[in-house]
Nanobody, 126 residues
Framework: QVEVEESGGGAVQAGGSLRLSCVTPAYIDGRKCMGWFRQAPGKEREGIAAIYTGDGVTWYVDSVKGRFAISQDNAKNTNYLQMNSLKPEDTAMYYC???????????????????WGQGTQVTVSS
């Protein structure tokens, strides 16, 4: 059984754009945090964008703020990460994660996620 499934990665030149998609299976229902993480070779995994589906509040790490935007289509159980003005340092494996939870003041970037996708590769050339 898949947990979440990412798609939309690829190879682009610096300054280009990609839109990643993350489909959540129906059994992961209700309000939840949806997060996007990335891991570059030799580096730690970092959370870069997240959204709480209960109210639409979003969080971004500073390095992607203003360039990336996360959105949620609840009817399709799908969220999107629009990535613009891509830089070579954005090159990484990108993972989507889901975690059901109720309202909280805590950032969804700090959530302990139990449902993960297998990743989609993003490569940005200079």
């Amino acid at each position: 059984q898949v947990e979440v499934e990412e798609s939309g990665g690829g190879a682009v030149q610096a300054g280009g754009s990609l839109r990643l998609s993350c489909v959540t299976p129906a059994y992961i229902d209700g309000r939840k945090c949806m997060g996007w993480f990335r891991q570059a070779p030799g580096k730690e995994r970092e959370g870069i964008a997240a959204i709480y589906t209960g109210d639409g509040v979003t969080w971004y790490v500073d390095s992607v703020k203003g360039r990336f935007a996360i959105s949620q289509d609840n009817a399709k159980n799908t969220n999107y990460l629009q990535m613009n003005s891509l830089k070579p340092e954005d090159t990484a494996m990108y993972y989507c994660a889901a975690e059901p939870r109720g309202p909280s003041t805590s950032s969804c970037l700090d959530e302990e996620y139990n449902y993960w996708g297998q990743g989609t590769q993003v490569t940005v050339s200079s």
